[in-house]
């Protein structure tokens, strides 16, 4: 049952037809009416439903088709398109930086108030003068708040140096539950339109079947067993959580015995992907926050986690070794600064999304401490039921021996 394309399992994963929700791409496309939209700037549309209704895969297809389109009209290169899981950042600010990375790898928000942030990542999209497409994806109540960027969008004027004014065109999808895109739509009714959203009910069991059997099939090469479908189907219609939950039982039912982690989802490369420790990958995430780290920071992480898991932590040189396998896949960056005890700090700076990676267990793992590292798989030991809360994410999974 091993998956010949692990990749189409994950959930960033974007399928080349909107099974089910044709018409919605059909609608917000319309809504944004390009390449040359008959309506006045901002051009935004707002895609409403319940988690696991297919709100991304409406608001990245169309988005998509946006770009196709300016692209047939133009002929000119490919137009610039921003996609953005917002839920994965913090705050407003974390929103605007990430943004401003897609445009310039280098920069680094840390010490930027949040106002400036916004006005580099306007000015910057005025200064290259391209159409952009940005999808604002995964929004929920609690999330990041988008106003000040949906503002800055409505009258970026105000950011943009003196003498200068208006933006190349940008069209925005904003994706997200009802009540999150409500708050929203209450914040900027008055000065522009958000509204109304094109909104998402859940799938019936019919669609959900046919979009399970479809990914399924993509990623075995083969047509799905009925079997198989029909469990991811009945527990997501149980369970509730829609095509997500379908997802998620899919993935641990065609990756239960497959090399491939089912930690992080997966994207084509080049190669299977690195074979790295899912603690180190957990370690640069929350040390860095999707941006950069300390390399003393990473370590110390790694550590907690090694001791939470029963497992000796990975000397430096080895966790090093680690870092430079991701940076050889493109995944991180290592650099050196100024500062430190030393006079220099090393960093690590997150280049591609940490979800997006794809990383093997190492076969390899260090051994349970106290004990002699013999080569052969151990069992997880006495964990620390403090650690997930220290961290600030979900309790560590049960460790099979293949960490």
Excluded: C, K
């Amino acid at each position: 049952m091993g998956p010949l394309r692990a990749e189409v399992l994950a959930n960033e994963w974007l399928p080349p037809v909107a099974i089910g929700r044709r018409h919605e791409v059909g609608e917000v496309v319309r809504r944004l009416d390009p390449p040359v939209p008959r309506a006045s700037p901002p051009w935004i549309v707002g895609v409403a439903g319940p988690s696991g209704s297919g709100t991304s895969v409406v608001a990245r297809r169309a988005a998509r088709e946006v770009a196709d389109r300016l692209r047939a009209s133009s002929g000119e290169s490919t137009p610039r398109f921003l996609a953005l899981r917002v839920a994965d950042l913090r705050g407003t600010h974390g929103v605007a930086s990430a943004l401003l990375q897609r445009l310039d790898e280098g920069f680094d928000g840390r010490g930027f108030p949040v106002v400036e942030v916004l006005a580099g990542f306007l000015r910057r999209i005025r200064r290259e003068a391209r159409p952009t497409v940005m999808v604002l994806d995964d929004v929920q109540v609690g999330g990041p708040d988008l106003v000040p960027l949906i503002r800055a969008l409505g009258d970026p004027d105000r950011f943009l140096p003196e003498g200068e004014a208006g933006l190349p065109a940008v069209w925005t999808i904003v994706a997200g539950t009802p009540e999150s895109l409500g708050l929203i739509h209450a914040a900027v009714f008055r000065r522009f339109a958000f509204g109304p959203f094109v909104e998402l009910e859940p799938y019936d069991e019919r669609a959900l079947t046919a979009i399970i059997a479809d990914r399924a099939a993509r990623a075995l090469g083969r047509p799905a067993p009925d079997a198989l479908v029909g469990r991811a189907v009945a527990r997501a219609l149980a369970e509730g959580g829609g095509a997500r939950r379908a997802f998620d039982v899919l993935r641990r039912e065609l990756l239960r015995d497959s090399p491939v982690g089912l930690e992080r989802p997966f994207r084509a490369r080049d190669s299977l992907g690195v074979t790295v420790e899912p603690r180190v990958v957990r370690a640069i995430g929350v040390a860095s926050h999707g941006v950069a780290a300390p390399l003393g920071e990473v370590r110390r992480l790694e550590a907690d986690l090694a001791r939470a898991q029963g497992r000796r932590p990975l000397p430096t040189t080895t966790l090093w070794r680690r870092i430079v396998r991701l940076e050889r896949a493109g995944y991180v960056r290592r650099e050196i600064r100024t500062g430190g005890s030393g006079g220099t700090r090393s960093m690590v700076r997150v280049l591609t999304p940490i979800d997006e990676w794809v990383t093997i267990p190492h076969p390899r793992e260090t051994p349970p401490a106290g004990e002699p590292w013999d080569g052969r798989p151990r069992g997880m030991g006495p964990s620390d039921p403090e650690l997930p809360v220290r961290l600030g994410w979900e309790a560590v999974p049960p460790d099979d021996g293949a960490d």
